[in-house]
């Protein structure tokens, strides 16, 4: 399993998870050195508390050299979503029918697949795009469907391969597909992308360069990620951990498994389920790793910010929470802290001021 080193920044401090808000409960008053062992309340550790000097040893941390790959738009997957765009934004009034089907034209079928007389599972649409000879669907349905004039159903007398991968119950099964074909899709042009009505665009230029748009603003949006990812990553292989206390390992492990927990609950999963599915493991492990590990970049962080100044005012942070509070459309900042401490948000800030720090100082070259 690949390490996640951006995961200090999103899920060690629950400051997201907003169904927790609520009254906060009376907290036992301990220090950093009181509550070492495993279990014991933890909501008062914080990192300012640690002498991090004495815990860690700072390597190089300007002029960090990385190597990641510059933002780019792929050109085959533009124009795939050019087409996603198209074929979807298009109207039935704008489809080609006068004519036959042709290999390689865009179709609007539906379909009910029936084995024995009986539809099976998957095997039937309300409405689904395919084109012809991409060889999407089993061999004779898409050459079953040249010919066909839309409006016309047909029924297509089919065996699934054998094996079939994809519903291993379906291996060498005969079946019929009757098919309807709604209707043709028209080449992507200037007029059809008018007729789709879209605010976003009005012509084939503009549609392309909406696509692009989009996908170099998700494509930038990935760079920073692998960005952070690999000067964090270059941060602790030059940092040298004498020790790192068990009460900040447990506060974090803690913070990542109710975070966990509370979104395996919003997909409809107990918690090991959705761990093991995401990384292949049970939750108390995964946030045991993920527990140690953002304990070592908590360190290393509140060490570069003692040594940089990198603080954040009280000031700071209640500007910075008031947003959260717009943003979020709630009524006030005790609305969003719930049950969180208050004093976590300034160490979730001074991660971001060390973070923009490390790469405005970093070296980075593009593979």
Request: hydrophobic fraction near 40%; include cysteine; aromatic fraction near 10%.
């Amino acid at each position: 399993m690949k390490k996640r080193f951006i995961v200090l920044l999103a899920a060690v401090i629950a400051v997201f998870m907003l169904a927790g808000c609520g009254d906060k409960e009376d907290k036992k008053e301990e220090t950093p050195d009181s509550s070492e062992s495993e279990g014991t309340n933890t909501d008062n550790v914080k990192l300012k508390d640690f002498d991090v000097d004495a815990l860690v040893t700072l390597g190089e941390y300007k002029g960090l050299e990385v190597t990641v790959p510059e933002p780019s738009v792929d050109e085959a997957q533009q124009q795939a979503y050019v087409e996603n765009i198209f074929y979807n934004g298009i109207t039935e009034e704008a489809g080609i029918k006068d004519r036959a089907v042709e290999d390689g034209d865009q179709v609007y079928i539906s379909y009910v697949g029936t084995m024995d007389g009986e539809a099976f599972s998957g095997g039937t649409s309300e409405g689904t795009f395919l084109k012809i000879g991409s060889g999407q669907y089993i061999a004779g349905f898409e050459d079953g469907l040249i010919g066909v004039t839309p409006g016309e159903t047909v029924d297509l007398n089919l065996t699934f391969p054998d094996p079939y991968d994809p519903n291993p119950d379906m291996s060498g099964k005969e079946v019929v597909f009757t098919v309807t074909v709604i209707y043709i899709a028209p080449e992507i042009s200037d007029e059809a992308v008018l007729a789709m009505a879209n605010e976003n665009f009005s012509n084939v230029d503009e549609l392309n360069q909406y696509v692009y748009d989009q996908l170099l603003t998700q494509a930038q949006s990935d760079y920073d990620i692998r960005l952070e990812n690999a000067v964090i990553e270059a941060l602790l292989k030059n940092t040298t951990f004498i020790k790192v206390p068990e009460a900040l390992i447990n506060k974090y492990t803690q913070n990542i498994l109710h975070n966990m927990t509370t979104a395996a609950a919003s997909y409809g999963y107990d918690v090991d389920s959705y761990t093991n599915m995401l990384y292949g493991m049970d939750s108390v492990m995964i946030s045991a790793q993920f527990g140690e590990d953002s304990a070592k970049q908590g360190l290393a962080f509140q060490a570069i910010a003692n040594a940089e100044n990198l603080t954040v005012t009280d000031e700071e942070m209640d500007e910075q929470l008031q947003k959260y509070v717009e943003d979020y459309g709630l009524s006030s900042v005790e609305e969003l802290l719930g049950d969180t401490d208050k004093e976590d948000y300034r160490d979730f800030f001074m991660f971001d001021k060390v973070i923009d720090y490390l790469i405005e100082n970093a070296v980075v070259q593009a593979k």
